[in-house]
């Protein structure tokens, strides 16, 4: 008898180096999807949202349809002055990277839209529970570039004392919680917070992101199913960037459908153009309305594209074609908005290479004062005691113990 040969799906990306890629099976064009009531409405009136996609900016540079947000101009040059700082100053870290002056480093290139977009659509009191991918929520909470930067050094002024890797940043004052190393533990983490935010009955949103590649954790299904539960005041937004290092996305689910499956578990589920600054912006005040109204939990896939390298150790020509960033039918989310100003009538290209000018001596300016309180080559860094301290609030007596011994030994 034949022995059956064995077999597995095993998924693999659409387009490896040398291949021409190209997106056209994807529904670009702004749909003519509704606005649903965000207090009202349940997981099946999202069906059509989580099959198709809320795009606001059409290729023509203009925007449209129900999710349109009505943003003033003045908001929207802020939105776009904080993306184009956070690309200036991730450039900009990057090469301080390559050159020695920083040990690792992580842009959010593409994506810079994402974090910023969604934080200007939330409250100031609401708590974000990011990923290393997500730095530009700082910029709109207000944190000071000269601290970011030393954290990515981990010279004596980082505020997390050299614990965490660089990009991995702890924002306390801009309720933004400490990046985690570990990918995917934010996730249940936030929808914790919401639930202690609901039961105080604290005017609290939380909102959260996860990767295509990290959502394949237990993490996220255990997020969504306590957010389910408890109609938990959060927005869980899984950023599909096509890409987990390496990894593609059709890894996680076995066909690339992320934005459905919040559908089981009875969450309002919605798809949306991660690189569209105005249907981000809408449809993340969409779910804050809808969480603040005691109507639960919002699950968002962010569609977008990493259009840089994972991270300064990553080289993704290895893996993918080199261009395929260039043929993402999203665009680039900063040109996209850039672009939509000057459609507007409320920006001009001279304007724009005035704020890219300034942004980029301020970042210049914010790195010297930065190595001022120390450089990676020669420190100084945070004392060896700070091992001790502020993980605790009160130091557990085998902490203490090994605290003496080094002490003793640092005496004798
Ligand atoms: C639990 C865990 N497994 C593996 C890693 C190594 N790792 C770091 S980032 C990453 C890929 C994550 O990809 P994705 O979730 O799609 O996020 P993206 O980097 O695309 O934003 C992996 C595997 C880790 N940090 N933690
Ligand atoms: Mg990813």
Redesign the pocket.
Known sequence: MDKKKPSLNIPDAPYRPGDEASFESWPWQPGDLEMPDPRKCGSEDTVPHAAGLIRVLGDDNKASGAWDPGLGADELRQGLEYMVRLRIFDDRMMKMQRTGKLSFYMRSYG?ECVAIAQTMALESQDWIFP???QPGAQFVRGRDMVSMICHCIGNVEDNIKGRQMPVHYSYREGRFISVS????TQFSQAVGVAMASQYKGLDEVTITW??????A?GDYHYALNFASVYKAPVILNV?N?Q???S?H?NF?TGGGEFASRGLPYGLASLRVDGNDFLALYSVTKWARQRAAAGAGATHIEVLTY?AGA?SSSDDPSRYRPGDEHTKWPGGDPVERLRDHLIEIGEWSEEKHTELEKRIDEEVMSAYKEAVSHGDLATGPYPSSDTIFTEVYQEMPWHLEEQFNEMMEESDG
């Open positions: 994506e990923t290393y991918r190393s570990p990918v995917g996860i990767g295509d590649g990290a959502s954790e950023v960037n890409w987990a290092i990894t996305a996680a990493r994972h």
